[in-house]
């Protein structure tokens, strides 16, 4: 997400959603000329198709997909992908959203999926129900996640592009000075806050825990898995109100209690990155995060143990944050080739080198199952962790209102955790914020 990273992994990048989504309405129309291709429709005088693709990759990541483009221009002689365009992940919705509105838009997008909602409700963009029933890796071996995420009103709007979830990196070295025993799974919130007073200690500045204090979506998501397990909801059943008034209060008190503790470090700087460094340089002690993050823990040389988030019912509950491949229609050639390329993409052979190389999980199990990535678990402690809680993670409903919601959960939680409102009053704030956008006509 934005932790400047060895890696500067997209799914790291990916929970950055400013909340902030733009709708896309009709005035985002079909193009007829595209972004750098040969000729109106892609087809050049040899008859091979272009497909223009913004992947919003950076660092290892961009050299991993960049490797896999020229694999399947080199495979697919009818076919060429130009990987040149697009900008950063982070601003690729505002791009595609100008780019749409423009009339000239390219091929494959990499979008987040908490914006394939807004992204979707452009007539350009594809539908991919037949093509990904019908792909070569089964629909039902996708994860459970990457399928809700790329499902918007039973229709299958996007490619799953990258897979992820949470749980708690613990510095053993932390708990041993502390004398503290490392958590197991099926532990509570109650024990994680005990834990992080346990650990803090100010004279060393030593934190027990961490948490990013902005108020922007890598704020929010670390609560969805707390009102989850509480019973509450994104959104309402009627989809008139937030699902989380009552649940949302008692999440945020957990949250206020790290806050009085003064057991977590609250980071102020948008990506995390702060809160990360304080990990890997031993002055904290425990770290809700996901599998990005171990490349660089390893690289610090942290002795770190992973376990299972907590919950209050001592039930698994986490959340995971896939994002997409999303195609858009420039005409029957390159939508059939944009379709050849993202299955292509997403067949264990190309997933795998995809996961070890650019730190995600794999997409399906059909993928899990492969030698490669079983070596790549067995050689990094943990990720097995992060992995199994694929079998029990929730995904944040592919809505339009969304991103206000998230925009207005954050200030809550920022609120709270700066000691500036109480969670009843903060979450009666947020209430009134979001429930006003899910009355907007959509």
Request: proline share 7%; hydrophobic share 40%.
């Amino acid at each position: 997400m934005a932790a400047n990273s060895r890696m500067s992994h997209p799914s790291r990048r990916g929970f950055l959603r400013r909340g902030t989504g733009l709708a896309l309405g009709a005035t985002a129309s079909a193009a007829l000329s595209g972004c750098g291709t040969d000729t109106a429709d892609g087809v050049g005088p040899d008859g091979r198709v272009t497909v223009e693709l913004w992947h919003g990759q950076t660092d290892t990541a961009r050299t991993v997909i960049e490797s896999l483009v020229r694999e399947f221009n080199r495979t697919h002689p009818r076919i060429r992908v130009d990987p040149g365009g697009g900008v950063l992940a982070d601003a690729m919705l505002q791009k595609i959203t100008a780019a749409l509105a423009s009339g000239s838009f390219p091929d494959v997008v990499y979008v987040f999926g908490s914006d394939l909602a807004s992204v979707a409700r452009s007539p350009s963009a594809v539908d991919l129900t037949d093509t990904l029933h019908s792909g070569s890796v089964p629909w039902n071996g996708f994860w459970k996640p990457a399928r809700e995420a790329v499902t918007v009103n039973g229709r299958v709007r996007a490619a799953p592009a990258l897979i992820d979830s949470l749980a708690v990196v613990c510095n053993k070295k932390v708990f041993r000075d502390a004398d503290v025993p490392l958590p197991e799974p099926g532990w509570t919130w109650r024990e994680f806050t005990e834990t992080a007073a346990r650990l803090t200690d100010r004279r060393r500045s030593v934190f027990g825990t961490g948490w990013p204090g902005v108020g922007d979506e890598d704020t929010v998501w670390r609560l969805w898995p707390m009102v989850w397990d509480l019973g509450g909801d994104v959104i309402a059943p009627d989809g008139k109100s937030i699902g989380f008034a009552k649940e949302g209060v008692r999440a945020l008190g957990t949250v206020e209690e790290l806050a009085q503790a003064k057991s977590v470090y609250i980071d102020p700087k948008p990506g995390s990155e702060q809160m990360y460094q304080v990990f890997l340089a031993g002055r904290m002690g425990m770290v809700v995060t996901g599998p990005w993050q171990l490349p660089d823990i390893q690289d610090a040389k942290i002795d770190h143990h992973v376990v299972p988030l907590p919950s209050y019912s001592g039930r698994p509950m986490t959340i995971s944050g896939p994002d997409t491949w999303t195609v858009f229609d420039n005409g029957p050639a390159r939508v059939r080739a944009a379709r050849t390329f993202v299955t292509w993409l997403t067949r264990p052979e190309q997933d795998v080198r995809w996961d070890v190389r650019a730190g995600s999980l794999p997409l399906s199990r059909p993928t899990a199952a492969l030698p490669a990535w079983r070596e790549q678990d067995a050689a990094t402690e943990g990720l097995s962790v992060f992995t199994k809680a694929l079998d029990s993670a929730r995904v944040r409903p592919v809505h339009p209102a969304y991103p206000q919601i998230s925009q207005a959960l954050g200030q809550a939680i920022s609120a709270v955790l700066l000691g500036r409102s109480s969670p009843a009053e903060a979450l009666r704030q947020c209430a009134r914020e979001a429930d006003a956008a899910l009355l907007i006509p959509r």
